[in-house]
């Protein structure tokens, strides 16, 4: 089992709808959590860090985290083709060291 | 704006030479990270640094080496360069635990 697993898609989302990306891991010790975002060709950037139970806002963005689930998701509302990605999922683990996920890439179809 | 630069953005270069990748950031981080990435696939760790003299290697074995001589400079050595170490290089820094990634070296051996 990976320490953190994302759903590798593609995820087709049509213009202006809620993109759901998920995230599951596996260190119950884990205290932080991030989302970054990956454009084709180019480094990840931090969009998102969620430390607490429930969710997150930020502009278009929500992350939500269910610690007792082992679980983090990332909401993209009126999502837009700027939208289109790889959205990486990343755990700070216990031993002191971030884990990512193998990504979910995104396709915001027009 | 990235206070992370790695040089050279793309490298071209012959089976068997001695390359460095440079890795400079201006924001006073403790913590640097090399990360390699081919395209579409995920993030592996190959090296990190927790501060000066201090190197670890990372998850993935790789036949680079790095050295930590200043807190801002953190390069990568590939002593003979071989057509299986084409990938992206990924740099980045941290003062806690969300990460600032470079824009990243290309790297192909021919």
């Known amino acids: ?110 | 704006e990235a206070d992370i630069y790695q040089t050279p953005r793309y490298l071209v270069i012959g089976t068997g030479k001695k390359i460095t990748l440079e890795c400079s950031q201006t924001m006073g981080h403790d913590k640097m990270y090399w990360y390699q990435q081919d395209p579409g696939m995920e993030l592996h760790l190959i090296h990190y640094s927790y501060g000066v003299n201090s190197t670890e290697k990372g998850d993935l074995s790789s036949e680079s080496t790095v050295s930590r001589i200043r807190t801002e400079h953190f390069p990568l050595t590939l002593e003979s360069a071989r057509p299986s170490h084409t990938s992206q290089y990924l740099c980045a820094s941290s003062a806690g635990e969300g990460y600032t990634f470079g824009s990243g070296t290309r790297l192909t051996v021919v």
């Open chain 1, 1 to 110: 089992q990976k320490e953190v697993e994302q759903n590798s898609g593609p995820l087709s989302v049509p213009e202006g709808a809620i993109a759901s990306l998920n995230c599951t891991y596996s260190d119950r010790g884990s205290q932080s959590f991030f989302w970054y975002r990956q454009y084709s060709g180019k480094s990840p950037e931090l969009i998102m860090s969620i430390y607490s139970n429930g969710d997150k806002e930020d502009g278009r963005f929500t992350a939500q985290l269910n610690k007792a689930s082992q679980y983090v998701s990332l909401l993209i509302r009126d999502s837009q083709p700027s939208d289109s990605a790889t959205y990486l999922c990343a755990v700070y683990s216990s031993a002191s060291k971030i884990i990512f996920g193998s990504g979910t890439r995104l396709s915001i179809r027009p």
